[in-house]
Structures are given as C-alpha cells and as structure tokens.
C-alpha cells in the first residue's frame, strides 16, 4: 500500500517568491493535514481537511498561506509571497475520519527561503 | 495554554533500556500518541494511549497516567537504528506535539 506521497522533497527559493507543494494522501483516507515542523521542534498544524472542507486553520497564516483539497483527495499549500521565516519542513498526513485514528505522514517538503 | 514537556536529548548504550517522559498540561484529552522520527524522515506511530497503563508492544512499551498528566515511552534492548527524535503528542481535537526527545544510541 501506498504511503502519504508529498513533492517536491526539497525546494529552494528566494524571498518574496510564491512557492507550492502537492500532498496525495493514503487511498480511503477522509482527514488531511498539513503541518510545519522547524528544526529540533514538534510538527504544529498548519490546516486540517474532512474531505474536502478545511475544519481547523486557525494556525493557518492566511495573509500569505493558502490550501486547497479539491474534490477531496489531492491537496496544494501555497506560500505567497514567501518570508526568510518560513524555512522550515512541511509534512502531510492522513487519516481515517476521527480523533482517534492514527495519522499517517509523508516525507515532507523541506523548504529555504534565501 | 497547551504544555508538552520531554527532555531535549538522551543518551543510551546499544542493549540497554531508556525511559523517555513527557508530561502535558492541555485543555481536552483524547489520547496520548508516541511517533518516532529519524533524521530528514517523516514521524512514524509507535504508540497509543487512551487508558491509564502500561501498553507494550515488542520493544517499545508505552505508560499513561491521565491524573498525573504523564506519559512515558519505554525502550528495551536498544539497538544503534533506535536513535532518533521521540515525539509526544497530545490527541485534543488536534495532534499537540511536545518539542521530540533526541537519543543517541551508542555502541
């Protein structure tokens, strides 16, 4: 079975420049969520999807942060434009509707703004 | 406010068992997970933990105390692929992580 499949794994960029990465979540999966993670700290969640409605993006930066999950299953996060501060990892996760399932996560996108 | 505290770094000698705590203080609780995090890898799930107690699966056991607001991950016959980050993570109606615990493992 296929996992959480994230791309790009790595993306370099400069300053002020809009930047995307692409999440396919586990086949069956209803719950996606993006998260960042920074160096030597716990992931924090950016934005959670039941299916297609965002229900948790309080911790979404919306002036310059942007998701998408058309139609449910695949999902964009924009970054537009990016900051030097948003260097970091972002990783994707699925689950099974519910607090109680266990999510699964992607390799994540290893982002630097120069 | 939401507070998950684990050690920053430990370090443990191939064969032997580390503890790794994390307590937590956060309004709602649904579980405890614990995932394991190698360099540049995504977090992988080692545990959960709804009950007061300890869940032991293989190697990795994995104890919860609701009251005490306390959770530990136990690891037993560490072998050097055993070092990596540890996170908690607190289930609310979201995933609360704690900062993750470093081990090192030495031969």
């Known amino acids: 079975e296929a996992g959480v499949v994230q791309s790009p794994r790595y993306k370099i960029i400069e300053k002020k420049q809009p930047v995307a990465f692409w999440c396919n979540p586990i086949?069956?999966?209803?719950?996606l969520y993006w998260y960042l993670q920074n160096l030597g700290q716990g992931p924090e969640l950016l934005i959670r999807y039941e299916n297609e409605e965002a229900v948790d993006d309080s911790q979404l930066p919306k002036d310059r942060f942007s998701a998408e999950r058309l139609k449910g299953v695949d999902s964009t996060l924009k970054i537009q434009p990016a900051e030097l501060g948003d260097s970091a990892v972002y990783l994707c996760a699925s689950s099974f509707s519910g607090v109680y399932n266990e999510q699964f996560f992607g390799p994540g996108t290893r982002l630097t703004v120069l | 406010g939401q507070n998950i505290d684990q050690p920053t770094e430990m370090t443990a000698t191939e064969g032997a068992i580390v503890q790794i705590n994390c307590t937590y203080q956060t309004s709602g609780f649904n579980g405890l997970f614990w995932y394991q995090q190698h360099a540049g890898e995504a977090p992988t799930f080692l545990s959960y933990?709804?009950?007061?107690g300890l869940e032991e699966k293989g190697r990795f056991s994995s104890f919860l105390s609701r009251s005490k607001g306390y959770s530990y991950l136990l690891l037993k016959e560490l072998q050097m692929k055993d070092s990596a980050s540890y996170l908690c993570?607190?289930?609310?109606?979201?995933?609360?992580f704690g900062t993750g615990t470093r081990l090192q493992v030495f031969p």
């Open positions: 086949s069956g999966h209803n719950t």
């Open positions: 993570a607190v289930n609310t109606d979201k995933l609360i």
């Open positions: 933990n709804v009950l007061d």
